[in-house]
Antibody
Framework: EVQLLESGGGLVQPGESLRLSCAASGFTFSNYAMNWVRQAPGKGLEWVSA????????YHADSVKGRFTISRDNSENTLHLHMNSLRGEDTAVYYC????????????????????WGQGTTVTVSS | DIQLTQSPSFLSASVGDRVTITCRASQGVSSFLAWYQQKPGKAPKLLIY???TLQSGVPSRFSGGGSGTEFTLTISSLQPEDFATYSC?????????FGQGTKLEIK
């Protein structure tokens, strides 16, 4: 069964750090780009970070750039999000998500979608 | 960054109704547009990718359309399990942005 399982969330004070992990199983982890997506209480989804299958390419949202770092360990099938200088506005449920590449015969190319999601881990930043 | 604006933000409908949600992009995203369904306390579920291709296992009452900057998600005949929040996402350019979501409620 294809599965993602996040861990590492918790309650921290502003300015503190936290590392989230996402354990993958049931698919060849290194073949897929992975993402972190968060959802603040009562709000919509916000894409946070992405990393290519090899780990060579990394992208972050402006809201977390310079504070968060995405990484992966393909030998351990694990994705991480290192979060520093946490702020109240970082309070959210954090999901890891697998980006799949789908061949579209209609358009003659590969298209993307996040087809597997973890159950989420909650990060609360509060004094 | 590419902004996605969904309309409406809230939609009240009845079982059996046909509903359409619109997602507009601030610049063209070709057909790199996906739709997700999310129920309270649960992770999002991929419904549609490439703007109009149904993900495996998704009922055929769901359909997507559009390209460039304007996209639609249509549910042809609402079922009780369809009442949820729907979000579009562009995967054309990083950062991969989401629309603000459309909450579909039972009338």
């Amino acid at each position: 069964e294809v599965q993602l399982l996040e861990s590492g969330g918790g309650l921290v004070q502003p300015g503190e750090s936290l590392r989230l992990s996402c354990a993958a199983s049931g698919f060849t982890f290194s073949n897929y780009a992975m993402n972190w997506v968060r959802q603040a209480p009562g709000k919509g989804l916000e894409w946070v970070s992405a990393i290519s299958g090899s780990g060579d390419s990394i992208y972050h949202a402006d809201s977390v750039k310079g504070r968060f770092t995405i990484s992966r360990d393909n030998s351990e099938n694990t994705l991480h999000l290192h979060m520093n200088s946490l702020r109240g506005e970082d309070t959210a449920v954090y999901y890891c998500a697998k980006r799949n590449e789908f061949w579209s015969g209609s358009y003659g190319g590969y298209y993307f979608g996040m087809d597997v999601w973890g159950q989420g881990t909650t990060v609360t930043v509060s004094s | 960054d590419i902004q996605l604006t969904q309309s409406p933000s809230f939609l009240s409908a009845s079982v059996g109704d046909r509903v359409t949600i619109t997602c507009r992009a601030s610049q063209g995203v070709s057909s790199f547009l996906a739709w997700y369904q999310q129920k309270p306390g649960k992770a999002p579920k991929l419904l549609i990718y490439a703007a109009s291709t149904l993900q495996s296992g998704v009922p055929s009452r769901f359909s997507g359309g559009g390209s460039g900057t304007e996209f639609t998600l249509t549910i042809s005949s609402l079922q009780p399990e369809d009442f949820a929040t729907y979000s579009c996402q562009q995967l054309n350019t990083y950062p991969y942005t989401f629309g603000q979501g459309t909450k579909l409620e039972i009338k």
